[in-house]
């Protein structure tokens, strides 16, 4: 079936440090997105990504469409970076529904 | 402000009492959708619309009913809630065409617990 799968599952960094998530998806996945969600809940949507790099203050984010895999960049981090990193795409032609990752819970520790 | 807006954003509520979340978005889009998260399972989609009074299933109807008579608002209901559907919901819009890289927006999530 269709799955979109994320490395690490959690990670615990000091901040200043800088980290690399990972999403793998398994099959034809359009308009990859990246979303953040913080500790209360909110999810926020930090980039579409479909393919090549795009960076947007401390984070970026690379999509190799042709290997089925996207790259999430956090440098300098600080504890407000601290929650669940999904990533989510369609799946072929459908756009009716997003099809979430499994999550990478960050924790940034002073 | 580009916004969705649920409410209610917590509520404990009991087994059988029928109750709505509603969802506004202020941006004119054609797509607006629920997913509920629970532990373990991720996000996952209940219902969808691609515009008034067109809404269709996604992965987990079953307890819910939705409608979309305005452009704007597309509330979730639950007849006869069950403590199975304790969970955090989210409302969700956008424009129709994805392609071109238009934002998904998300409500701020509503946490619901059914004793």
């Known amino acids: 079936g269709i799955q979109v799968e994320q490395s690490p599952p959690d990670l615990i960094l000091q901040e200043g440090a800088n980290s690399t998530l990972r999403c793998n998806f398994s099959?034809?996945?359009?308009?990859l997105q990246w979303f953040h969600q913080n500790p209360w809940g909110q999810l926020i949507n930090l980039f579409y990504?479909?393919?090549g790099t795009k960076q947007n203050g401390r984070l970026s984010a690379t999509t190799v469409a042709t290997e089925r895999y996207s790259l999430l960049y956090i440098s300098s981090s600080q504890t407000t970076d601290s929650g669940v990193y999904f990533c989510?795409?369609?799946?072929?032609?459908?756009?009716?529904?997003?099809?979430f990752g499994t999550g990478t819970l960050l924790a940034v520790q002073p | 402000e580009a916004q969705v807006t649920q409410n209610p954003r917590y509520l404990i509520t009991v087994t059988g009492k029928k109750l709505t979340v509603t969802c506004s978005q202020n941006?004119?889009?054609?797509?607006m959708s629920w997913y509920r998260q629970d532990p373990g399972l991720g996000l996952r989609q209940i219902y969808y619309?691609?515009?008034?009074?067109?809404?269709d299933k996604g992965d987990v109807p079953e307890g819910y009913k939705v409608s979309r008579k305005e452009k704007r608002n597309f509330p979730l209901i639950l007849e006869s809630p069950s403590p199975n559907q304790t969970s955090l919901y989210f409302c969700?819009?956008?424009?129709?065409?994805?392609?071109?890289?238009?934002?998904?927006?998300f409500g701020e999530g509503s946490w619901l617990t059914v004793v």
């Open positions: 969700a819009s956008r424009p129709r065409d994805v392609l071109s890289g238009n934002t998904i927006y």
């Open positions: 099959d034809s996945v359009n308009n």
């Open positions: 990504i479909p393919s």
């Open positions: 989510a795409g369609y799946y072929g032609g459908a756009t009716n529904k997003l099809i």
């Open positions: 941006m004119n889009h054609e797509y």
């Open positions: 619309s691609m515009n008034v009074e067109v809404t």
